[in-house]
């Protein structure tokens, strides 16, 4: 019923032409749109009962991205909702009700600020530092990649209170207005079309009660709200993959190259036929994780592993069989299949790519010692 | 098959190693190597010192103002200028058009277009593909009528590479709508500044305007602008792209790629060590390599071949597909070693801008622009689709 809901209202609301329209403008998102996918409680899905929703299971995740991703949306459910506000939910559930209400209801955007210059896809390389300067607890350091981090109105920092840039603990999350003194941001465009920023923090002064959780002790949050947001951006991806294959199957249809239509070539018939195998292989690999959000760290997080590597190479097959299919038409900016490509394509940017996943199973999975006692030794 | 190089052959390269480290504008180099967006007036540029040195038009007659190089000679050029980071050379004029003119053009059609082409007053362009017709490129309907000493020209061509920067267009036109399709078309040189042509930019992925459509409205092209006889267009346009293709599998292109790669696996850091460590992307970097080294040999093979006066046939069409695969892996290897980076889109700095902030290091903004860019080598000039039918019709007699 929520499927049919949201697809419906993306079918009617969020033509190709319309977000187009919005990034030509220069907008990060259209706040109309947002405002109306929270009135139809699109926020509400992604959190539980107990934190003020009605879903928040891993199959509510995946039905809801699904259709973001067929849609192209740019609107910040992802980093607000899912990553940032999920954080909200694992570590202080009642203290920060209002702002988890505030966010269901569409009124309030939050950004995780977490991922450094130099930190790549390692969830625990934290160099910015929450410590006492001339009496007073100030956080410094730089933050890069901050998912809406332009539009947020509060976003929630990373930093040590202990420990070297590699080391599992000593990370603590802090909640910190965007006006805050001492704090930077400079917003920009991706490739993709959705809205980031770097933020700098430059001796931010912190009060009692805006650390979430116990010092130094956020790792366990931050990889469980990732394993939440690698789902839900591995169903925005199967919402792409299958919005490039249905204009790749229409086009094949529909273009006519030497008196027939391309579709009738056997070459492009099997490699076609190739690339629906792989999208049900994704499917598959998304459901898996799906069904294991609250499975033990170990058994979950080797399904983030193995579903992100696959996401991530069958992400890039079906991006680049459907612009080759299609010829130079798929490749421009007029038309939607190039912009689901470049969702598609940047997935694999976020969250960690296939190769960095891949070592992670192996990793996660035991099988190589010399990787195992590394990973170990970063947990 | 002798694979090393003579001793006259080592002495050019060195000869051009120089002339490209002495010459070569610093900041357009950096420009090529980060793989920003030039400049019209920075290609034209480039041309005019390549031009002063006698080497624009390397194969060329002397006497046309070229240098006369062999093919290996060609292939060496390409090898250093790629890695020098030099700007490519524009080849509508320069590789593609002359030799038709050479071959089937008159003397007084050489005499009145190629100096142009040498001083960089015409700036050519390709009016091949249409909406219609793409791989079908025979299906074209482009119409040219004759009309006195003039030709009327109504129609569309579009994928126009770098158009909006050209004054001049050859085109494919239909002139005998009766005949079977490859025998009704003719080819016909247009001036872009002729009422009734338009030319309007196409957006890519990547975010740049590479291509145009350019549309024609009653257009009246004089009688002598068609080149050859007319209905004869189609053997002249196969002629095209079966020679002056030794440069197809863009082997220096991918020897600069390579080169690029390893310097960023080099000094990126993932999980606390240099990328170029991780196993994974090192067996994906040794990988491409692999196939880079073999490539580069099956290269000079054809091209030796083509040094001796074997026209390159369905070699061609072999080069095409392993050389635009190679580059667009080493494309996507790049991308993929920029990480997060890679996401934002940042125009002021692919222009060329100094305000802009790149976020990351500085050749991670073009990464994932570029692997979007390079998904067109294996759709034009006849897509890799087609290249495998005419191998398979060619080399395997299937």
Known sequence: MLRDMLRRFLDDRYSHEARRQVLAEGHAFDMEVFGALAELGILGAVFAPEHGGYGGTGTDLMVVFEELGRAGVVEPFLGSAVLAGGLLAILDPDGQRDLIQQIINGEAIISLAHTEPQSRYDLTHVTARAQDQNGQVVLNGTKTHVQNGAQAGTLLVSAREAGGPFDADGISLFLVSGSSDGVGCIGYINVDGTSSARITLDAVPLAQGQRLGPPGQAIAALEAAHARATLALCAEALGAMEAAKTLTIDYLQERKQFGVPIGSFQALQHRLADMLIEIEQARSAVINLAGHMESDRLTRERHVSATKNLIGRVGALVAEECIQMHGGIGMTDEYALSHHVRRLTMVDHIFGDTDHHLERFIALSGTSDAIGKDDDARQ | ?398
Not at chain 2, 160 to 188: M, Y
Not at chain 2, 240 to 266: Q, Y
């Open chain 2, 1 to 398: 098959m002798d694979l090393t190089y003579t001793p006259e052959q080592e002495a050019f390269r060195a000869e051009l190693r120089r002339f490209l480290a002495e010459n070569l504008p610093e900041d357009v180099r950096d420009k090529v190597r980060l793989g920003k967006r030039l400049t019209k007036s920075e290609m034209q540029d480039w041309h005019a010192t390549l031009n002063a040195q006698g080497w624009l038009a390397m194969s060329w007659p002397r006497k046309y103002g070229g240098a006369d190089w062999d093919a290996v000679q060609r292939q060496i050029f390409e090898e250093e200028a790629c890695r020098a980071y030099a700007p490519r050379i524009v080849p509508f004029g320069l590789k593609m058009l002359a030799p038709v003119l050479f071959e089937f053009g008159t003397e007084a059609q050489r005499q009145r277009f190629l100096p142009p082409i040498l001083s960089g007053d015409h700036w050519w362009c390709q009016g091949y593909s249409e909406p219609g017709a793409g791989s079908d490129l025979a299906s074209l309907r482009t119409r040219a009528v004759r009309d006195g000493d003039h030709y009327v020209v109504n129609g569309q061509k579009t994928w126009t590479t770098l158009g909006q920067h050209a004054n001049w267009i050859f085109c494919l036109v239909r002139t005998d709508p009766d005949a079977k399709k490859q025998e009704g078309i003719s080819f016909l040189l247009i001036d872009m500044k002729t009422p009734g042509v338009t030319v309007r930019p196409i957006v890519l992925i990547d975010g740049e305007a590479e291509v145009n459509e350019v549309f024609f409205d009653n257009v009246r092209v004089p009688a002598e602008n068609l080149v050859g006889e007319e209905n004869k267009g189609w053997t002249y346009a196969k002629y095209l792209l079966t020679h002056e293709r030794t440069n197809i599998a863009g082997v220096g292109f991918s020897d600069a790629a390579l080169a690029t790669l390893k310097h960023v696996a080099a000094h990126t850091m993932a999980g606390g060590k240099p990328l170029g460590q991780n196993p994974h992307f090192a067996a994906r970097l040794a990988q491409v390599e692999i196939d880079l080294l073999a490539m580069r040999t099956t290269n000079l093979r054809m091209v030796s071949a083509a040094a001796k006066g074997q026209a390159p046939g369905v070699e061609s069409s072999m080069l095409k597909v392993k050389g635009t695969l190679l580059r667009q892996e080493l494309s996507a290897l790049l991308r993929r070693a920029a990480g997060p980076d890679a996401m934002p889109y940042l125009p002021d700095f692919l222009e060329g801008g100094d305000n802009a902030d790149p976020q990351g290091p500085e050749h991670a903004p073009a990464a994932a622009p570029g692997y979007f860019n390079l998904r067109k080598l294996s759709i034009f000039g006849g897509s890799n689709e087609i290249q495998r039918a005419i191998i398979a019709k060619s080399a395997l007699g299937l």
